[in-house]
């Protein structure tokens, strides 16, 4: 399983501005810092900020600080704003009807798998990701 580079870069950006939690981060700083091109840092940003997680700061000595406590935004919540989570906990083969009535051959092997990604992405915050990740960058 791997999220969308999308995703993987959202995230990214949150565990490192979650080393400062308190600090205005400019858009040049995140650019130069995880090597992120500029068009895409701006887009990701500004879903960020659409979903409250991040607000930003407009004109000179503006940029991106926390809307929203790293302990209070969870992977799910990032996954979800991007590419949805659903994409991780959907059949594994695909089919649109999957369930415990009307099982494919994949999913008693695949439910109990899918619950533990379920219940790793909405236990552990940007926070838990920033312990883990600090000497990462």
């Given at each position: 399983m791997k999220l969308s580079n999308t995703s993987q870069y959202a995230l990214r950006v949150l565990c490192f501005m979650a080393k400062d939690d308190t600090q205005l981060y400019t858009?040049?700083?995140?650019?130069?810092?995880?090597?992120?091109?500029?068009?895409?840092?701006r887009r990701i940003m500004t879903n960020l900020t659409k979903a409250g997680f991040i607000h930003s700061i407009m004109g000179r000595g503006g940029g991106y600080k926390?809307?929203?406590n790293p302990d209070e935004i969870f992977i799910?919540?990032?996954?979800?704003?991007?590419?949805?989570m659903q994409t991780y906990l959907n059949c594994v083969?695909?089919?649109?009807?999957c369930d415990d009535d009307n099982p494919c051959v994949m999913?008693?092997?695949?439910?109990?798998i899918r619950d533990k990604i379920k219940v790793?992405?909405?236990?552990?915050?940007?926070?838990?990701?920033?312990v883990n990740l600090v000497n990462k960058y």
């Open positions: 858009a040049k700083f995140l650019i130069e810092e995880l090597n992120i091109s500029d068009k895409y840092l926390f809307n929203k799910a919540d990032v996954v979800d704003c991007f590419e949805g083969l695909g089919f649109h009807r999913h008693h092997i695949w439910e109990p790793m992405f909405t236990t552990h915050s940007i926070r838990d990701l920033d």
